[in-house]
T-cell receptor, first 114, second 114 residues
Framework: AQSVTQPDIHITVSEGASLELRCNYS??????LFWYVQSPGQGLQLLLK??????LVQGIKGFEAEFKRSQSSFNLRKPSVHWSDAAEYFC????????????FGGGTRLMVKP | DVKVTQSSRYLVKRTGEKVFLECVQD?????MFWYRQDPGLGLRLIYF???????EKGDIPEGYSVSREKKERFSLILESASTNQTSMYLC?????????????FGAGTRLSVL
């Protein structure tokens, strides 16, 4: 069965600083990988996804993520964080042999200092 | 835009009550999902449905049941609510024929069982 680990429960960065959120997955074949964001009081919104091809994927709101098969990682990055990026971020993995089910990581809560 | 609507944002129920959480999507999606979200645990799948009257257990189905009588509506039922079911519940839908595993989420229902 697949699994997802987000090692950082909380991260605080200053506005304008760069950001990297870590995600490691466990799955035997090439997974489908996702990052979702949840703003306070809201549902989850898809930031970006990786299915195949170019390992660097661009998403909405200036986010990008890189799939590294050798490290089983799919880290999320943003070069300059805005105060409105404060939210909880979830990495998820889907597998072709698991129907349409996603497995989510525990989430990383991002706080942005002015 | 896909819209997934959960009928209640907040619910307070008493132990032993029967609780219904309702979810409606407006994009004719085949697949629908119920998750619960707890701090540090991310989202865990309770049940999903890939067609009317069809349902499959997820990772944590105990204490829950579901109903899908119409394609657009997926209900989560707590037959006898218990305090350990206090949580945030998220509904999602997905177009089975489209890009893989992209789920669209409702805003969530925060349930407190006293």
């Amino acid at each position: 069965a697949q699994s997802v680990t987000q090692p950082d429960i909380h991260i605080t960065v200053s506005e304008g600083a760069s950001l990297e959120l870590r995600c490691n997955y466990s799955y035997g074949a090439t997974p489908y990988l996702f990052w979702y964001v949840q703003s306070p009081g809201q549902g989850l919104q898809l930031l970006l996804k990786y299915f195949s091809g170019d390992t660097l994927v661009q998403g909405i709101k200036g986010f990008e993520a890189e799939f590294k098969r050798s490290q089983s990682s799919f880290n999320l990055r943003k070069p300059s964080v805005h105060w409105s990026d404060a939210a909880e971020y979830f990495c998820a993995v889907g597998a072709s042999n698991a129907g349409n089910m996603l497995t989510f990581g525990g989430g990383t809560r991002l706080m942005v200092k002015p | 835009d896909v819209k997934v609507t959960q009928s209640s944002r907040y619910l307070v129920k008493r132990t032993g009550e029967k609780v219904f959480l309702e979810c409606v999507q407006d994009m004719d999606h085949e697949n629908m999902f119920w998750y619960r979200q707890d701090p540090g645990l991310g989202l865990r799948l309770i049940y999903f449905s890939y067609d009317v009257k069809m349902k499959e257990k997820g990772d944590i189905p105990e204490g829950y049941s579901v109903s899908r009588e119409k394609k657009e509506r997926f209900s989560l039922i707590l037959e006898s609510a218990s305090t350990n079911q206090t949580s945030m519940y998220l509904c999602a839908s997905e177009n089975r024929g489209a890009a893989k595993n992209i789920q669209y989420f409702g805003a969530g229902t925060r349930l407190s069982v006293l």
